[in-house]
């Protein structure tokens, strides 16, 4: 099956959002078959009053492309870090 970025509308905030192509073939290989209905920022915002206070996030570099991302723990120096688009694509599928 081939999947195509799509815009879809966020209901909480009304925002539009990206759910782009490698996001849909995830979602697939989770077994979810409902698009997202709310975009990255109010999902993080959600996940945050569900589950209490926010996690402490560290600032990091990508080890595969380099960019600037945030990790849930502190890098060590002593073993890579991956930026979550690059993590998905390293881990093995299920």
């Not at 209905?37 to 926010?54: I, L, Y």
């Not at 990508?62 to 060590?76: D, H, L």
């Not at 870090?81 to 299920?94: E, G, I, K, T, W």
């Given at each position: ?57 560290f ?18 120096g002593?073993?890579p ?14």
């Open positions: 099956m081939s999947f195509e970025d799509k815009t879809l509308t966020c209901a909480d905030c009304g925002a539009t959002f990206v759910h782009s192509a490698e996001d849909q073939e995830f979602f697939q290989s989770k077994g979810y078959t409902n698009e997202p209905k709310r975009c990255p920022e109010c999902r993080q915002s959600r996940k945050t009053e569900r589950f209490g206070a926010s996690r402490q996030m600032p990091a570099t990508c080890a595969q492309c380099g960019k600037a991302t945030e990790v849930p723990f502190q890098p060590r002593d073993k870090v991956y930026c979550s688009d690059c993590f998905r694509q390293m881990r093995p599928a299920r």
